[in-house]
């Protein structure tokens, strides 16, 4: 059975980008707007293998979104990339701080995000 990945950007070029790239590989993919709306596709499903998310959003951000899912012993151990234009040392340790096992910055390469992927799913 293949991974499941989310992909949370309000961007449709980038979810349409990263679902392209994680499809090709085999991945099947959930796509979010944002973090509120990947909170409420998360809870209605069974399970899910990895997220990738970005931090600027609207309705909810990528460092609350995280939070809230850190929050749920379900998804305690979900790991998550975050995939943002945001390259500052404070963004990253931020993102890291709220729980994210990666911090990648925009345009990534695709054979580096399946890399990360692939070690992240182990």
């Known amino acids: 059975m293949s991974k499941h990945i989310m992909i949370v950007d309000d961007s449709k ?4 980008l990263i679902s392209f790239i994680v499809k090709k590989e085999g991945f099947h993919v959930t ?8 909170l ?6 069974p399970g899910i293998d990895l997220i990738i998310t970005d931090i600027n959003m609207p309705r909810m951000d990528g460092f609350t979104f995280i939070k809230n899912l850190r929050e749920q012993e379900k998804f305690r151990d979900t ?3 975050i995939l943002s234009t945001e390259g500052q040392e404070k ?3 931020l993102g ?12 990534a390469q ?8 692939r070690m992240l799913l182990g």
């Open 13 to 16: 070029t980038v979810r349409n």
């Open 31 to 38: 796509k979010a707007e944002d973090g509120l709306d990947a």
């Open 40 to 45: 409420e596709k998360i809870y209605s499903m």
């Open 79 to 81: 790991p998550v990339i």
């Open 91 to 93: 963004d990253i340790q």
């Open 96 to 107: 890291l701080d709220f729980g994210a096992n990666l911090y990648m910055v925009k345009p």
């Open 110 to 117: 695709p054979d580096s995000l399946l890399k990360n992927i």
